[in-house]
């Protein structure tokens, strides 16, 4: 990666505004690194034009493919369980379909044209919305991801405590929700709490890693939810993958084929690998970042070097994320496993969780497929 003007070396107090620029610039999206010396970048780097034209098309056409297939498998499905999954996974690919195409609808041209942003956005209306759309699309496949697994928790493990599964209406309500929740997270900045700046190569705006009180609350809130759904994905994924592992060890269980039960979770499980894999790098340097600033809270006006470069390099590894996500549904289907393990044998019902059901009661919520 391009060195920056100032040495790497240089400590937190050492740190002055760019350009020689005024205090007061420090309370725009203006002033967190020196976009004058970024700009003398060499090409050759993460910050290359061709970098992030190659990551935005992959990702977008990625994701497209997955929707498309999608699509196509929603219309041959009977099962109201496999439906609202597949629902929730809709969510999540339009999701990161719509992520990857706004943002990079402002990175990659400014890697092309190299324009001024203090020329073009004065007002730090395009910078807001592009950090908006950062923290909107990034938060959301966590939440989502959060939110399936408690779907097919509550699925396999109380599949009685719920006298229908979620219907379509409601699977799509949810995920209205998450993106709700994610708005109103992500417009705190712009209502006063933290504020999104400008970050190195210039190319992008995100949260701002300064050590002032409202900068420190956005990003411990931001970076502690999305820990917080990882965590509780992790939890649920863990339960529920137990419990059909002890569904196919029951030799007393009813000998009916639940393939989309273990499908589902072996795609949970990819996501969850994948946001894990992605996410927490981030989420902990966002925290560690802040922490360790609080001792020089107020003389602190501009990131240092390597934590600007640091900060480039883990929102590449998340973009990762919104590439790889929709890749866990198009290879771990099950027309795709059984093409490459032709002898998979047909898999007990959950229902053999509980053998001591009255054989009548068995039989109808096997015949209804109530726990597909």
Not at 44 to 61: E, V
Not at 136 to 154: K, S
Not at 168 to 186: T, Y
Not at 244 to 260: I, W
């Amino acid at each position: 990666m391009p060195e920056a003007a100032r040495s790497s070396g240089m400590g937190w107090g050492d740190m002055e505004p760019p350009n020689g620029s005024t205090a007061g610039q420090s309370d725009t999206c203006f002033g967190v690194f020196n976009a004058s010396d970024s700009r003398t970048s060499a090409q050759t780097s993460i910050t290359s034009p061709w970098f992030s034209t190659a990551f935005g098309l992959i990702g977008l056409c990625s994701n497209l493919f997955a929707l498309c297939v999608l699509l196509s498998s929603s219309r041959k499905l009977s099962s109201q369980a496999r439906s609202s999954f597949l629902i929730f996974l809709c969510g999540l690919v339009v999701t990161d379909f719509m992520g990857l195409l706004v943002t990079a609808s402002v990175i990659i041209p400014y890697h092309f044209i190299k324009f001024a942003w203090a020329e073009v956005d004065p007002g730090c209306h395009l910078c807001n919305f592009l950090g908006f759309s950062m923290v909107f699309f990034g938060q959301c496949p966590l939440l989502l991801g959060a939110t399936m697994a408690g779907e097919r928790f509550f699925g396999i493990n109380h599949p009685f405590s719920r006298s229908t599964s979620i219907s379509k209406r409601r699977a799509w309500s949810i995920v209205g929700l998450v993106w709700g929740f994610s708005c109103l997270l992500g417009l705190l900045p712009v209502l006063g709490l933290g504020r999104y700046t400008l970050q190195y190569p210039g190319s992008w705006c995100f949260l701002t890693l300064l050590p002032d009180t409202g900068n420190v609350i956005f990003c411990l809130l931001f970076a502690l939810l999305g820990i917080f759904s990882v965590l509780l994905s992790f939890i649920f994924n863990t339960v529920s993958v137990v419990t059909l592992c002890r569904v196919y060890h029951d030799r007393e269980s009813v000998q009916r084929r639940r393939d989309s039960e273990v499908e589902m979770m072996v795609q949970l499980v990819g996501i969850m690998i994948i946001a894990t894999i992605c996410w927490m790098p981030l989420l902990i340097f966002i925290i560690q970042t802040v922490l360790q600033q609080l001792p020089a809270s107020g003389r602190i006006q501009m990131l240092p070097t390597e934590t600007q470069k640091m900060l480039l390099i883990y929102i590449r590894m998340v973009t990762w994320n919104q590439i790889l996500d929709p890749w866990v549904y198009i290879l771990f289907r099950r027309a795709v496993l059984q093409r490459i393990y032709p002898n998979l044998r047909p898999r007990p019902s959950i229902i053999s969780l509980y053998p001591m059901l009255n054989p009548s009661l068995r039989r109808k919520l096997t015949t209804d497929s109530v726990l597909q």
